[in-house]
């Protein structure tokens, strides 16, 4: 299983905003092979930066399915609009990703 990250930090008062685009976007994840679940996960505000951080997670059979997705016209089109300026970001969203480990 393979687990694939993003994290975001969203101006502070663009929070609304930022679940908005996420709650009505066009997802075609469900087609892709080995796709398992998404979640969106809402983290803690940093007062001093300005930001409260957020954090998507997709869930994949394999590594090698979640980069079929990363080639995919699915993928394209999901990320047609990205930066387009809805929502404020500071910096760049951060990708991270993780095998699991079996057994542990």
Do not use: C
């Not at 996420?22 to 892709?32: A, H, I, P, Q, V």
């Not at 047609?80 to 699991?100: D, L, T």
Request: hydrophobic share 40%.
């Amino acid at each position: 299983m393979y687990i694939a990250m993003n994290r975001f930090k969203v101006r502070k008062g663009g929070e609304d905003a930022f679940e908005t685009v996420w709650k009505t976007r066009d997802s075609s994840l469900s087609e892709m092979a080995g796709f398992k679940e998404f979640h969106l996960l809402r983290g803690p505000v940093n007062e001093k930066e300005g930001y409260t951080l957020f954090a998507s997670h997709t869930v994949w059979a394999s590594h090698e399915d979640f980069i079929a997705w990363t080639k995919s016209e699915n993928f394209r089109a999901a990320h047609r609009n990205a930066g387009s300026g809805k929502v404020s970001y500071i910096g760049h969203p951060q990708f991270e990703g993780f095998s699991v480990v079996e057994g542990a």
